[in-house]
């Protein structure tokens, strides 16, 4: 990532990301994550759980792991030694894009984990008209590599909308084949380690 910022000048200013995930930091804008903090247009609660199965309500992160797929994505690496006058990320844990902002949908349980995201629909279409152009959706189920209902809503929406790029984990689960996340007009990341058959890794590859 840092080659591709110094040899390119591709550091995210200009773009918008939208991650949905379990929360984010302190769920306050005033006191998030310094490495994030004043470059975020929007924090909201984003899910669907009309049996009420999370019981959780918040835009916070005692989970932790959406403020950590956030530091990854967007994280400037201030707290880390970053220079951001100069653009200078080396060294630092400065995410992919340390200078794009940010749209975050919130839909966790709390401190126990899980998702209760909403309709693929309503998740793509507020991050759309916020500006985001790249969603990032690092969450499964167990699966059975079948094409359902939110891989048609996830094409059907790429499809009208050109210039919007949905990425998925492939699942969530540390075994071969449950992949949960089947749309054609998305992008889908799994993880595949050769020569380590024993290490578990989350969204496995085939």
């Known amino acids: 990532v840092e080659d591709a910022r110094q ?34 247009i929007s924090l909201t609660r984003n899910e669907y759980d009309p049996g009420n199965i999370c019981n959780y ?29 100069t653009h200078n990320y080396t060294a630092s844990y400065a ?24 309709f693929p629909m309503n998740l793509y279409h ?29 094409d059907r929406y790429s499809f009208g909308n050109k210039t919007y790029l949905n990425i998925y984990a492939a699942g969530n689960y540390n075994t071969p084949g449950n992949v949960s996340n089947n749309a054609k007009n998305a992008i889908t990341v799994g993880g595949v380690i050769v020569d380590q058959p024993n290490t578990q890794m989350y969204a496995r590859g085939p």
């Open 7 to 40: 040899r390119f000048g591709l550091r995210g200013a200009g773009q918008i990301i939208a991650i949905t995930d379990t929360g984010l930091d302190t769920g306050v804008l005033s006191t998030l994550h310094q490495d994030i903090r004043g470059r975020v």
């Open 57 to 85: 309500n918040g835009i916070d992160d005692p989970y932790g792991h959406g403020t950590a797929v956030t530091g990854t994505a967007v994280g400037n690496g201030l707290l880390s030694g970053s220079n951001l006058t």
């Open 95 to 118: 995410g992919s894009a340390p200078e794009s902002q940010l749209v975050f949908q919130a839909a966790g349980c709390g401190p126990t984990g899980g998702m209760m995201p909403d």
């Open 126 to 154: 507020q991050a759309y008209i916020r500006g985001a152009r790249i969603h990032s959706h690092s969450y499964g189920e167990v699966g059975d590599g079948s094409y359902g209902a939110k891989d048609r809503d996830t």
